[in-house]
T-cell receptor
Framework: NAGVTQTPKFRILKIGQSMTLQCAQDMNHNYMYWYRQDPGMGLKLIYYSVGAGITDKGEVPNGYNVSRSTTEDFPLRLELAAPSQTSVYFC????????????FGDGTRLSIL | DAKTTQPPSMDCAEGRAANLPCNHSTISGNEYVYWYRQIHSQGPQYIIHGLKNNETNEMASLIITEDRKSSTLILPHATLRDTAVYYCIVRVAGGSQGNLIFGKGTKLSVKP
């Protein structure tokens, strides 16, 4: 029962570096989401996808890019890391957009120094 | 999406029922009520959801008032492992985006 798998679990980046956060799901879900959670706060949506080849911006997309070439994978790309992007990143997936629950991965803890 | 109001924190004795309230007075007829919890910065865990009727699963029960303006999540026999932040979220049906809007939730502390 893998569910939603995120890698890496932890990462430290220097300002200006780039990296890709990986997310994979094995539930054949159409919808996938990327959220970030800052300390003591709720989750905020970065990007989402309703199916392979289709992505759209969420509430806080600046500084990030995504792609969805397959149903299973939804990587999140940071091009020029900034201290404001220090956060915990969660990927989620669901079968539908509303009446089915989202299932979350365990998160990636990212520090930008 | 309608906003929700939850108490910031609650305590519960181990083995007793934990009743977590949520107000969603502006909820629309096509909005679902979802409950998630987050244990110590792990990924949010889905608990239960409902539209109009009360719901029960292996984790919890969800009681929705007849006017749908509030709901209560019930953990029937709380254990120390139920200590977590619990989020009540309303989610519109038929939306193209479907993301969850998380507030600050209720921090439930289960005590021995």
């Amino acid at each position: 029962n893998a569910g939603v798998t995120q890698t890496p679990k932890f990462r430290i980046l220097k300002i200006g570096q780039s990296m890709t956060l990986q997310c994979a799901q094995d539930m054949n879900h159409n919808y996938m989401y990327w959220y970030r959670q800052d300390p003591g706060m709720g989750l905020k949506l970065i990007y989402y996808s309703v199916g392979a080849g289709i992505t759209d911006k969420g509430e806080v997309p600046n500084g990030y890019n995504v792609s969805r070439s397959t149903t299973e994978d939804f990587p999140l790309r940071l091009e020029l890391a900034a201290p404001s992007q220090t956060s915990v990143y969660f990927c989620a997936s669901s079968y539908s957009s509303t009446d089915q629950p989202q299932h979350f991965g365990d998160g990636t803890r990212l520090s930008i120094l | 999406d309608a906003k929700t109001t939850q108490p910031p924190s609650m305590d519960c004795a181990e083995g007793r029922a934990a009743n977590l309230p949520c107000n969603h007075s502006t909820i629309s007829g096509n909005e679902y009520v979802y409950w998630y919890r987050q244990i110590h910065s792990q990924g949010p865990q889905y608990i239960i959801h409902g539209l109009k009727n009360n719901e029960t699963n292996e984790m919890a029960s969800l009681i929705i008032t007849e006017d749908r303006k509030s709901s209560t999540l019930i953990l029937p026999h709380a254990t120390l492992r139920d200590t977590a932040v619990y989020y009540c979220i309303v989610r519109v049906a038929g939306g193209s985006q479907g993301n969850l809007i998380f507030g600050k939730g209720t921090k439930l502390s289960v005590k021995p």
